[in-house]
Structures are given as structure tokens and as C-alpha cells.
Nanobody
Framework: QVQLVESGGGLVQAGGSLRLSCAAS????????MGWYRQAPGKQRELVAA???????NYADSVKGRFTISRDDAKNTVYLQMSSLKPEDTAVYYC?????????????WGQGTQVTVSS
């Protein structure tokens, strides 16, 4: 079993930056895809960014140019650098990982970290 633990969330003013980290309890080299999802109150969980073992990435349109996902296999950690934050980025952010080219509900999920952006 693999555990994913997110950290780095918090309260930030609009225009500010945060870096989320997702530490895995074992090697992430096994995962084809790792990603960040978010869920705001009353909304469905949505994909924010994903990165694959070949380092290809994809982003939600709403965060392109502002967020950057990266992975450090040596540290078993995935990061989400968030800049130019907006109030609409407020959500619980979840780290996820899967053996497949996309993340499925049967993949591995963290418990989430709250990000709150004040206006």
C-alpha cells in the first residue's frame, strides 16, 4: 500500500504564491501518472495538473500559465507551484497517483490540503 501525504496549503492573499508537496511512502517511479486535483465547496472534484513518467504534463485551462507541476523521483515527491493565486483557486487540493496513463478512482489518493485565497 502506498500513502500520499500533502503539505503546503494555507491562507494566502490574491496574487500570492504557494507550493504544495505530495510525499509518497514509497518510490513514485512505479507510477505512470501523478497529479493534483481540487474540490471547492459545492463543486465536483476537478483535475488541476498531471505529470507522467516521461515528464509530459497537462493542466486545467483555468491554471495554465500560473501553476506548475513537477516530480522528484529521488525524493518520492510531487510538487505543485501555484502563482498569481485567485479567490476561485480556493479548494481542498488532493494528490493522486496511478499506474495508468490517467488517474482513476482506484488509484492512490491523499487526504487533501486546504488552500484558501483571500481577495
Amino acid at each position: 500500500q502506498v500513502q500520499l501525504v500533502e503539505s503546503g496549503g494555507g491562507l494566502v492573499q490574491a496574487g500570492g504564491s504557494l507550493r504544495l508537496s505530495c510525499a509518497a511512502s514509497r518510490s513514485i517511479f512505479m507510477f505512470n501518472t501523478m497529479g493534483w486535483y481540487r474540490q471547492a465547496p459545492g463543486k465536483q472534484r476537478e483535475l488541476v495538473a498531471a505529470i507522467r513518467s516521461g515528464s509530459s504534463t497537462n493542466y486545467a485551462d483555468s491554471v495554465k500559465g500560473r501553476f506548475t507541476i513537477s516530480r522528484d523521483d529521488a525524493k518520492n515527491t510531487v510538487y505543485l507551484q501555484m502563482s498569481s493565486l485567485k479567490p476561485e483557486d480556493t479548494a481542498v487540493y488532493y494528490c493522486a497517483a496511478d499506474l495508468f496513463v490517467s488517474i482513476t478512482p482506484n488509484g492512490y489518493w491523499g487526504q487533501g490540503t486546504q488552500v484558501t485565497v483571500s481577495s
